[in-house]
């Protein structure tokens, strides 16, 4: 089933043309990588699925991005769009307030204020993401105390809190050591089972261990995509081979 189409897809700031006619489809309750050198558009594509460029001054967006067959460049409520569309970021940023709080913040901004309901989300958000054994003894600890790879599994519980569609991940575990780094991986395995997961990765391997397809970027333009075994095995493209093997990058 399809989450996501997205048609000739263009993408300007200001004078600089970020995005040439990107057009693919995600699958619902897949892991999509992107991949690509820095600068080649992948955290650009991934940031338009929830309309963070709008955030950007000067940028401007042509095409289409259908969500469930909704134009989400249409007439939707932006809020309402990032609660189906939630988004995990390459450094973990949690809230400086404590754990529990940091996880019912969401759930409180969209009107439920029942004790016992934020109750059962903070602790159903924290067991999907793999770290409720580690703060159930602590959720009114500040969450600026945990490791940098716990934080990481809080801002994914706290995406999560939302009951979203879709999570959206730029880089999440690339400021992370190995043991944090396959946690991560782990989880987001797990996820897929529930969610639709988009993950830009500067970590071929990464791609390769995790995700169901891959999108190869360059200055801007989707030069491949596929299931991801096709893609690092037997890519179609030479540009994309040349980047698979190291010969740039």
């Known amino acids: 089933m399809k989450k996501f189409e997205i048609s000739n897809v263009d993408l300007w700031y200001n004078e600089f043309k970020a995005l040439h006619s990107v057009s693919m489809e995600i699958e619902a309750r897949q892991i999509t990588a992107f991949i690509g050198p ?34 989400i460049y249409g007439s939707i409520d932006v809020n309402l769009l990032r609660k189906r569309v939630g988004m995990v970021f390459q450094k973990p940023n949690p809230f400086p307030m404590s754990i529990y709080d940091n996880i019912a913040f969401g759930p409180r901004t969209h009107g439920i204020k029942n004790r016992y309901r934020l109750d059962e989300i903070v602790e159903k958000s924290l067991r999907d993401a793999a770290i409720w054994d580690e703060t159930k003894d602590r959720l009114k600890k500040n969450a600026l105390s945990l490791s940098g790879g716990q934080q990481q599994r809080l801002c994914i519980a706290r995406a999560l809190s939302v009951e979203p569609d879709v999570l959206l991940m730029d880089e999440p575990t690339s400021a992370l050591d190995p043991i944090s780094t396959a946690k991560i991986e782990d989880l987001v395995t797990e996820l897929k089972r529930q969610y639709t997961v988009v993950i830009v990765t500067h970590n071929m391997q990464q791609a390769t261990r995790i995700s169901d397809k891959t999108a190869f970027f360059l200055l801007g333009e989707m030069v491949e995509y596929g299931y991801t075994q096709q893609v690092f095995s037997n890519p179609r493209e030479k540009r994309c081979e040349d980047y698979i093997t190291g010969r740039f990058g």
């Open 38 to 71: 820095s600068g080649c558009g992948k955290s650009t594509l991934i940031k338009t699925l929830n309309r963070m460029n709008d955030l950007i001054e000067g940028c401007k967006v042509t095409g289409s991005i259908l969500l469930d067959g909704e134009d």
